[in-house]
DNA sequence: CATGAATGAGTTTTCATTCAT
DNA sequence: GATGAATGAAAACTCATTCAT
């Protein structure tokens, strides 16, 4: 089209503008995500990729440009949200003693996600591996450290215990949150308590055998 | 029909068993809840009718006979479900002191679901108003107050929580069995000491409108 | 086989008393006709076999047994409405003089169409001969003579042409009487005036051809 | 490429006609209702959807992308006898004497529908509201009032009449048109002597009241 | 004979995915 | 790159008809 003759001007009009269209199409997956983040809110994982193209306010087929398969538009839903987990964490640690700060993250977990309304919890199953997720740990298991110096945390609890019970406060939460949408914090009450340091407290930690095959499994429950 | 030996030996049972027609069907029947049983294992919810039929080798008409919809088959799947509940409650309060039945319950629910394999937790949803279902309520409700009088079970701790908790955990088994099959006793044990008395605990109960929200929504999570 | 030891007993019951079986068979066989017509007034043709056994009280194997085919039960339900037709015909002649008959058994078979609620005017397409039918058309000729010789009907108008006029009322007030009853009468004026002489008519009837081929195809809309 | 006599034309053609897709589309779409049309005309309206894309010669997706619903389908099939219903009175209106056009327009709608063979009869019924229904009406009342100054119909004759004649007829065409494709024309004479001035002529129209009735009420019978 | 259980082809409709334009 | 038309494999459910009891 700038070419007089040219016949495939669409092709030219790439070579000039290169980041032109790079910038567009950044644009249209971050309006896929966010249209799908929308779907996914109302209908759970049975949302339609038709109207994800629709709320997005693209064709279908750029859709599947972005995210070639519907599992993989789940797995980028899934993705801030293990993002977000580790600013809660981060948060967490900076905002509070070092003695609260594990129970605090807790608390700021189940909270976010009750507020949030997306049912995220189902999504910890897509088979994500990101750095994101890898840092997530390390960071965890420093405020626990911390929880347990101060004599605020049971000393047998693990990581991987803490993994576990956000993964099933979080479920309870996007089983409840419609109807009863205070519920949970009973629940989360009678978890913390379970984790403070008391006399009776023996049981020993899960085999790092069953938590390795956990982890490596998909779908996986696991933070990071 | 008039010499013992006679050879139309059919009309002489459907003499004798009037109901010979009934019990076939009554067979078909079992097979086909064997069968969605069977495929639910396999595929959960999403299963198809036609497999089911595949399955059972009867046709599909037989199935949709017996179970006009298919929710109306996720119900019967789920019945033997609440069934087995309430005898394991009855297990628990025969075969245990009154001061350890309340745990004892909790444990024989979670070691069987997990020995059973079957997801049944995905279908506590069932809006299934069975008057078995009634009837579990009442009874753990007595195991709990016989725990609490012996001292073994913090006071506050309500049949409501017991509920909860048996979900969470059924749910947790259900997504971990696979891969991680005894990762959740590690949890179960966490959960347990939860109840148990000791000097911090003072949170209190979830608000009863809450609660009857819940119960009283669909899908449902409590136990009866 | 008619020997006293016999062991299809059956067969000697039907011997004993033939006609308890008959007229066992008679009953059931009214039952599920009227049974029949009752679900043919609600649902027209779309009616299912199982609604017409439930509603007559028996299986739906009698219902194939005295119709193999929903075929014939609906040509069975059209039966009585062929004798109807044929006592409307005599209950005109007998009732009026011979100059207004005519008209009068129009009348009749609409007015009691109308008042009877049943769609039979789709039921006329059933290829059905049945003696009752055959000696409609003699009687109705008749009627028609009377008439013309009265000088109260156009001298060119034949029975087929009533045929036809009568089909075709009828299947307006199929089509009106349930939101608008009283609709077709105007309708029944209007052709009862196109059959009353007056100067201006010199239509030819239809070809003998025409018609023939008509009475002989099946579906048929004639009389008789 | 480039050259007009390229052997590329498509994407020349594409660049001259940006509709092109839709234009394939729309090709689909008139395939899919010819198809449809043809389906109907065999089997009246039980076909079946997969005949009509079967026949279309595209998938049965792509029948539901244009028509999301069988009844759709048949509306859409409607809507030409409609439109053509409305350019037949134009005709009559145009060709012939204002106080022939009347009669005229009767004879076309009948003849057309005879040599059309489709029993689109049966579609009047659909609750089709199309703007195209709305203004056959008055052009048809005009035909009358013209007819009834001319003195050729009877003056009591309204536009409903003539609706429901059409109806009549139509149903007629449709019943007989494969057995016996000229016995209507009988009919339709004496019809339209009904409609012809004559001394004896005194019914009163129907009430306003009924016909409104059939009007608002679904199916209706009604030309617009 | 009566029963009703069994059958399975057939129907409408949905939706992830592909591909021509 | 974007678009949305096309595809067709399922899936849930229906119902006339057969046949064992």
Redesign the interface.
Known sequence: MNGP?D?TSDHADAKDRPDRLRCDAARNRERVLAAALEVYREHGPAFTMEEVAARAGVGIGTVYRRFPTKTALLEAIALPFFERMLSQVREAAENSEPAEAAEVLIRLVAERHAADGVRTGRLWGSALSHPVRARIGPEVEALLAAARAAGTLRPD?TYE?VS??L??LT??ID??N???P??W???L???L????P????S?????RD??L??VS?S?V?TLG
């Open positions: 003759t016949g609890i215990d576990v019970l993964w099933t479920s309870l089983a409840t419609d109807v009863s205070n519920i914090r009973r629940y009450e009678l978890a308590d379970g984790l403070r008391s006399p009776a407290n049981t020993s930690p899960a085999s069953d938590w095959r956990l499994a779908p429950l």
